[in-house]
């Protein structure tokens, strides 16, 4: 009997929240409300958190390293290239500035080992039946992109996506009604959301539709009548913590290296100065092992005005302000303004900083302020987002098509969709287009993203991380995908409408395209452009 029950398995489902700096693991057995967090030895710091990090050996190509056991590594050997981290961020940027870290691996295959070796440490007790992941807001598109990939070889019979803001908003515990303003201050992005639990007065609270794994596709349809929750607004910026731990390293040691040592002897001081019952004149220290074979060490000195002073001076509050005006803006493109908030709920590692949380005070008046616990916040919303109901979302950059303009006789960028837009849309848009030249035999339908905003911008100068400011004004950047052409029978004349070109947005976030031969009313082709956001 004894052994009959040590082989038994619990069914449930699994949460991963993958942080810059620290990723949180939990569990949720079927039919039970509470909540597990799992400690994966001998990667896991304590249970629940794992230290977001690789390592490969410079001399074992198949020899890796993860989490706790890299910290445990002599600093000399935790270095770059054989270590990875800080790579959350950079999934989905471009291939130059991932370059930026210097590593073995590129970002995308030291999150995928990661991820895998979470999965496959997971304790046999374990029987995962559904797998919920968690995304940023800012790289959306490409980070989901990425998850597919990885997830393709997992054997788990769903998967579910959910935003970050959003899963904080789910689990903040808040009734059906209610309109949150979500701010996330991760190690690598601040996410700022507002979002709507539909529900209340006897209806359905909101719970997440799940995307059923089938090969390398997160798809699926609930068969049930349910409520939705509804992103109203939201903006993000590539700005984190681990930034302001790099502002502070070259505060107090000008142009060092600001290796992982350094850094996590700085990220320690920060956290001390985020405690409140410490005056703002106090200055505390951390030892900085300088050379372990010697035992050398250096004290890192600074105090919480220091410390504030150093965040204004980078414009971190600056850069807060504008992301809530902008968030608050398109809330209101909704019909939802500051003072129809029910509360703002502030997580993430960065929003112990008193200094945040100072700031947010003065902008939100009546507002309630909810601080649930800052780092597991995401991953146990996330696991509340249980099957069955669509999360209604909004675009955070806008769509576009290229077209002949004929008053400049040059294509242009005519938007669709903007920031803003929810989907699914419920109604198509409509594009006319007519023939730029004569006998014209087919249409480029061409696609860019559309940023409206365009008023940040994180660049590194001399490796530390700088906003730049810009005035408000329109990008657009170009997919990289094909040009789909739409066949043209007869040819095209000149100047003359051609055809009708219905865009809208599906239920997995995809441009869909049908497009009608206005001349003869016939169809002509319709496809997925891929998928947006």
């Known amino acids: 009997m004894k052994e009959e029950k040590s082989l038994s398995k619990i069914n449930g489902t699994l949460a991963i929240d993958l942080g810059n700096s620290t990723t949180v693991v939990a569990f949720q057995a079927e039919n039970d409300r509470s909540v597990q967090l799992i400690e994966i030895n001998p990667i896991s710091r304590s249970k629940g958190e794992i230290p977001t990090l690789v390592w490969k050996s410079p001399k074992r190509a198949d020899h890796f390293l993860f989490g706790q056991e890299v910290e445990n590594l002599n600093p000399e050997e935790r270095q770059p290239p054989s270590l990875s981290s800080d790579f959350k961020r950079w999934i989905g940027a471009s291939e130059e500035k991932s370059k930026a870290l210097k590593s073995f691996l590129l970002p995308e295959e030291a ?59 789910i689990g903040s515990h808040q009734k059906g009604g209610s309109k949150l303003l979500v701010i996330d201050i991760g190690g690598s992005t601040i996410d700022m959301s507002m ?96 050379d372990s074979l010697s035992g050398d060490t250096e004290l890192l000195r600074l105090s919480r005005i220091e410390l504030e002073e150093l965040l204004m001076k980078n414009g971190l509050i600056k850069s807060l302000q504008k992301l809530f005006e902008q968030t608050l803006s398109r809330g209101r493109s909704n019909g939802c303004d500051l003072e129809d908030l029910t509360g703002v709920i502030l997580v993430g ?79 198509p848009m409509s594009i006319i287009l007519a023939a730029s030249k004569e006998n014209q035999v087919e249409f480029d339908l061409k696609i860019a993203d559309y940023d409206l905003d365009g008023s940040h911008e994180i660049i590194y100068v001399s490796g530390i991380p700088t906003i730049k400011d810009d005035s408000p004004k329109a990008k657009f950047l170009e997919w990289n995908s094909k040009a789909h052409r739409i066949q043209l029978n007869p040819p095209g004349k000149l100047g003359k409408d051609s055809v009708k070109v219905n865009f809208h947005i599906d239920k997995s976030c995809n441009l869909i395209f049908e497009s009608v031969d206005l001349r003869n009313n016939k169809k002509i082709a319709n496809a997925n452009l891929g998928v947006i956001r």
């Open 349 to 427: 590692g960065g929003s112990r900083i008193p200094l945040i949380k100072e700031w947010l005070n003065k902008q939100l008046k009546s507002s309630i302020l909810l601080t649930p616990p800052p780092i597991e916040a995401v991953v146990l919303g996330a696991l509340r987002l249980t099957p069955g109901v669509e999360i209604k979302d909004v675009l955070s950059k806008g769509v576009a098509i290229r077209c002949w303009d004929q008053k400049t006789n040059k294509h242009i960028w005519h938007p669709i969709f903007l920031p803003g837009q929810t989907w699914p849309t419920e109604k």
């Open 111 to 169: 999150g995928e080992l990661f991820i895998q070796k979470i999965w496959s440490a997971i304790p046999k007790k374990y029987n995962i039946k559904r797998l919920i992941l968690t995304a940023p807001v800012e790289t959306y598109k490409a980070y989901r992109t990425w998850l597919y990939k990885v997830c393709s070889n997992l054997e788990v019979q769903e998967i579910a996506l959910v935003d970050e803001p959003t899963a904080a908003a």
């Open 195 to 290: 979002v709507l639990l539909e529900g209340g007065e006897g209806q359905a609270e909101p719970i997440a539709q799940l995307m059923r794994f089938n090969g390398q596709d997160l798809e699926g349809k609930s068969q049930q009548v349910l409520r939705c929750a509804k992103v109203l607004g939201k903006q993000g910026l590539r700005l984190g913590g681990r930034d302001i731990d790099r502002w502070i390293a070259n505060h107090l040691i000008p142009n060092s290296q600001n290796n992982e040592l350094i850094l996590n002897a700085v990220e320690k001081l920060k956290c001390k100065l985020s405690d409140i019952s410490i005056s703002e004149t106090q200055i505390l220290s951390e030892e900085l092992i300088t």
